[in-house]
């Protein structure tokens, strides 16, 4: 439940809502009264039924069945993890780039049912954000759910993506490293440095060798992962999933910052991050080099 003085602020905005505003003009009052925090309780707490104009300008939160099986979490739980990930986002593009979020035009590369895209609402207006999932499946979720911006499918071994070339301020990719094949992989940060201003930043998730311990699928071959992790830099198991161009493109992955560094001379990593919420997801920031 949201403290009194935060339930107030969403309170004003409904009447705001209700009296005609555009969705741009409603999220600019709620950026301007709620804590990061507080926007995030209510977005995946919509729809609601004392909250009928704001439930029918922004999108329908996804069952909790829905967030489990996309990411392990759900609700509040989720929610915590959700947020580490953005504040690190605006502090790192802080840092980096000596600028805010507001306004920026963000893309979302793998964005399933749209989690952190929602989120990105606190920052900048839908206009100025590009959504984009290869699986045709989650993007369905996404339109059924009435998630606004720019949203589109991607290709699973994208050349370019359904984005303006070299305008994008900020890009983050959060689980999609985590799970690519090389190729796929390759593909993935080709085609976003084409998309990525120059002074822009790309934000990407990848895991620490520790993974192959953690998860108990690879419980019996955790030790020979760990070694072609540390012998390549990238280990990769597919999952039994369709292929593309007859490769399986999905799976398990972990990779090193030196593997980045020698295999993307197109991105420079500008710093690294992460969080007690979700440990075993490293976040790196890269700038066109």
């Known amino acids: 439940m949201l403290p009194p003085d935060d339930a107030k602020a969403v309170a004003a905005a409904e009447t705001l809502a209700a009296s005609g505003a555009g969705v741009d003009q409603v999220l600019a009052q709620l950026r301007a009264t709620l804590s990061l925090d507080a926007f ?3 977005i995946i707490d919509l729809p609601r039924e004392d909250l009928p104009h704001l439930s029918r300008l922004l999108p329908r939160m996804a069952s909790d069945e ?20 953005v504040r690190a986002l605006a502090y790192n593009y802080a840092a980096v780039r000596n600028r805010s979020l507001s306004q920026a035009r963000v893309l979302d590369y793998g964005c399933g049912y749209g989690r952190i895209t929602r989120m990105m609402y606190y920052y900048t207006d839908p206009a100025s ?10 993007v369905g979720l996404c339109r059924e759910a009435g998630l606004i911006g720019n949203l589109a499918q991607s290709d699973y071994l994208p050349k370019s993506l359904p984005a ?11 689980s999609v490293f985590t799970h690519t094949s090389r190729s796929a992989t390759d593909a993935a940060l080709g085609a976003l440095r084409r ?53 399986a493109t999905y799976g398990d992955t972990s990779l090193t910052l030196d593997f980045i560094t020698a295999n993307y001379p197109d991105w420079k990593i500008a710093g690294s991050d992460w969080a007690l919420a979700d440990p075993y997801q490293r976040y790196v920031f890269l700038q066109p080099a």
Do not use: C
Request: aromatic share 14%.
């Open 129 to 138: 954000i590009w959504a984009m999932d290869p699986w045709d499946f989650a």
């Open 66 to 85: 829905t967030q489990r099986n996309f990411t392990g979490n759900a609700g509040l739980t989720l929610l915590r993890e959700t947020v580490s990930f």
């Open 40 to 42: 995030g309780m209510l």
């Open 195 to 247: 998309h990525i201003a120059d002074d822009g930043l790309l934000a990407i998730t990848i895991r620490a060798p520790e993974y192959w311990d953690v998860n108990p699928d690879y419980a019996d071959k955790a030790e020979a992962y760990k070694a072609l992790h540390a012998r390549d830099g990238f280990a990769f198991v597919p999952h039994q999933r369709d292929t593309v161009e007859g490769e």
């Open 164 to 174: 303006p070339e070299r305008a994008i301020d900020v890009a983050f990719a959060f």
